[in-house]
């Protein structure tokens, strides 16, 4: 199974930081990559698709890049609602692996 | 509102069996891949399992495989997770989603998006 690592495993910014959390693959996944959002007691929720695909209805200051093994998910300027843990999740190959997550705080 | 609602979860003992259920509104999962995946107290998220439109294509984890069977009621509009077997390890909040292909023409790539999701059903295995 490919393996999935993240980048911090959590971190605290000010509201209006730019955030940068990264993902890598243990082995090539094209672009075949998904990031979702979980807030607290809540369901995740998709963000972002084929690394750089913004889901309709996401705001803007959400972007992905990368293809590959390394990705990255950036929020260019952190609002408080922004407060959850972040899941990256590669589907190129079965079984569909997440990573374990970045829980980001809001300071 | 398109939706998905899970149900069937509760407590049962070590080597147990639960079915869970999804029932969907505002849309007929008939028409889309589904998936399961769970989240043990504290911890990440883990895909379990899909199915395909017609269940002709069927796809486990490792850790689920021979124990746990998903399967659709085409009928009744409903997806399932049949799980025996139940160990300790299992015990975690169940969400199924919609298991959605999107087509990029321009590389010719099919992805797989996870865009609607229930509120997820908890399951406790414990004696």
């Known amino acids: 199974a490919i393996q999935m690592t993240q980048s911090p495993s959590s971190l605290s910014a000010s509201v209006g930081d730019r955030v940068i959390i990264t993902c890598r693959a243990s082995q090539g996944i094209r672009n075949e990559l998904g990031w979702y959002q979980q807030k607290p007691g809540k369901a995740p929720k998709l963000l972002i698709y084929?690394?750089?695909t913004v889901q309709t209805g996401v705001p803007s200051r959400f972007s992905g890049s990368g293809s590959g093994t390394d990705f990255t998910l950036t929020i260019s300027s952190l609002q408080p609602e922004d407060l959850a843990t972040y899941y990256c999740l590669q589907d190129h190959n079965y079984p569909r692996t997440f990573g374990p997550g970045t829980k980001v705080d809001i300071k | 509102e398109m939706q998905l609602v899970e149900s069937g979860g509760g407590l049962v003992q070590p080597g147990g069996s639960l079915r869970l259920s999804c029932a969907a509104s505002g849309f007929s999962i008939n028409k889309y891949w589904m998936s399961w995946v769970r989240q043990a107290p504290g911890k990440g998220l883990e895909w379990v399992a899909n199915i395909k439109q017609d269940g002709s294509d069927i796809h486990y984890v490792d850790s689920v495989k021979g124990r746990f069977a998903i399967s659709r009621d085409y009928a009744k509009n409903l997806l399932y997770l049949q799980m025996n077997s139940l160990r300790a390890e299992d015990t975690a909040v169940y969400y199924c989603a919609r298991d959605q292909d999107v087509h990029d023409s321009q590389s010719d790539v099919w992805y797989d998006v996870y865009d609607i999701w229930g509120q997820g059903t908890i399951v406790t295995v414990s004696s």
């Open positions: 084929g690394a750089s």
